[in-house]
């Protein structure tokens, strides 16, 4: 493992700024009206066009500037400052479908969405489904032979932007999967023009309401050999592994965003104490305040470092490693919850107001929690990990013996 870098190289410090200068100028001030409305965000959809902001990750040989999870993360932090429901639409694309084509797809996969990805054109993923959602192995979605490919039957829900993406990575049971295990489990990619598939429905949601989830129903819809991006093998879960695997992006980009709303909130609460007085003194006056905000601050710094390790041992083309990116996901997810929170109540009665950011950013945090896979699942995958022997990276962890 590298060490992790303090200063930004020029590069990457460019890209804050950029990334920044979108988000304060282009979606910062129409973030409280698409929460308002549940209208989808796509002024940001093209303020982030735009400033090509869409094609951090992509491949340069697909229009793309092939960085890695870090610059990803960068991004994702400084929308998500400001509002994460836009930060999704460019997790979608860095952490989503896109890259799990760059590296497990065929070269006709690879050659026909990523330069759409790199051009802002939004991708969805459908794992989840009504009865299945973190025991994803109860799923149902199949393939039937057919001729020389296959017809898909799904019915998948929580689909983010799948209302609004041109293709969807669903994954599915190949033909021989056995029912309720992992054997057989493949993922497929879907163009959402392609008949028998159709939007039954989005949730309205709590938060996030910038950005919907969509309910998608693939009905016979004919995929071609080609479409295959994880073939299920009904001897093994060999399939299942590998799409898991490479959700340790999505579980990255998902803590990066959190940490970027709840530094947004930390920010806004400092900012109003150093103006809002209580009788005769400044609220940052008080010295029970000042340690809420210094514990506020610490935890979420933890949460950040524990972060930065997950991506940094991605390296530029690799995929963040599993516990490294579940311990990140449980303390990002935690600390903004309790950061988003304490800055509503430092704020008082106007944290409670919807004129005021920052009880948005912890609505919005809120579902960060639930997707890519819950706090409590990523317990269970560290609690798991240890104790059967598997230890972090760094050098102050001595492997027991197995
Ligand atoms: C904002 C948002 C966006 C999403 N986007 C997508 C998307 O784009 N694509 C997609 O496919 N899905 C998406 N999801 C769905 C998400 O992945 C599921 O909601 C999640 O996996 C949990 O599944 P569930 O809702 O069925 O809850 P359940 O699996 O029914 O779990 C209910 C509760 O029980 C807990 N639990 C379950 N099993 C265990 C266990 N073994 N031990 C301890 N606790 C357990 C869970 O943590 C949870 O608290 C999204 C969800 C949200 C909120």
Redesign the pocket.
Same mark, same amino acid.
């Given at each position: 493992m590298s060490a992790i870098d303090l200063v930004e190289d020029d590069d990457r410090a460019a890209l804050r700024k950029l990334a920044r200068d979108v988000a304060e100028r282009d979606i910062a001030p129409h973030a409280p009206g698409w929460d308002e409305t549940e209208e989808f965000a796509e002024a940001s959809l093209e303020a982030l066009r735009r400033a090509e902001l869409f094609t951090v990750t992509v491949g340069e040989d697909y229009g793309g500037m092939g960085m890695g999870d870090v610059e990803a993360a960068i991004v994702l932090e400084e929308i998500a400052r400001v509002d994460v429901s836009s930060a999704i639409l460019c997790q979608l694309v860095f952490n989503g479908p896109p890259r799990a084509i760059e590296h497990l797809g065929n070269e006709t996969l690879r050659s026909r969405w990523l330069p759409q990805a790199a051009a802002g054109e939004l991708f969805? /993923? !459908? /794992? &989840?489904e009504p009865d +299945? !959602?973190? +025991?994803a192995t109860t799923m149902r979605a199949h393939l039937t032979p057919d001729g020389d490919g296959w017809r898909l039957d799904a019915y998948?829900?929580?689909? &983010? =932007? =799948?209302h609004k993406a041109v293709a969807c990575l669903v994954w599915c049971r190949f033909p021989g999967s056995e029912a309720g295990t992992g054997k057989g489990i493949g993922a497929v990619v879907v163009d959402l023009a392609s008949h028998g598939v159709s939007v039954a429905g989005t949730h309205r949601?709590m938060g996030?309401r910038g950005c919907t989830?969509a309910e998608l129903a693939f009905d016979g819809v004919r995929i071609e050999p080609d479409d295959v991006l994880v073939p299920g093998d009904p001897a093994d879960n060999s399939g299942l592994k590998t799409l898991l695997a490479h959700i340790n992006h999505e579980r990255c980009g998902n803590a990066a965003m959190c940490v970027g709303a709840a530094q947004g909130a930390l920010e806004y609460a400092m900012a109003y104490m150093r103006d809002r007085k209580v009788g005769t003194k400044l609220l940052a006056e008080l010295q029970g305040l000042q340690w809420k905000i210094a514990d506020i601050a610490t935890e979420l710094e933890g949460a950040r470092f524990l972060l930065q390790r997950a991506l940094v041992l991605a390296g530029r083309h690799g995929t963040p490693p599993p516990l490294e990116s579940a311990m990140a996901k449980i303390a990002c997810n935690l600390a903004a919850k309790r950061v988003c929170d304490e800055a509503i109540q430092l704020l008082g009665g106007y944290g409670y107001s919807r004129e005021y950011p920052v009880e948005r950013a912890y609505r919005d945090i809120r =579902?960060?929690c /639930? !997707? +890519? =896979?819950?706090?409590? /699942?990523q317990?269970?995958f560290v609690g798991t990990a240890l104790l059967g022997g598997r230890v972090p990276a760094g050098p102050w962890w001595k492997a027991p013996p197995r």
């Open positions: 969805c /993923i !459908g /794992i &989840t +299945a !959602g973190s +025991a998948k829900n929580y689909v &983010t =932007g =799948g949601k996030l989830e =579902g960060l /639930i !997707g +890519a =896979g819950t706090v409590e /699942i317990r269970n």
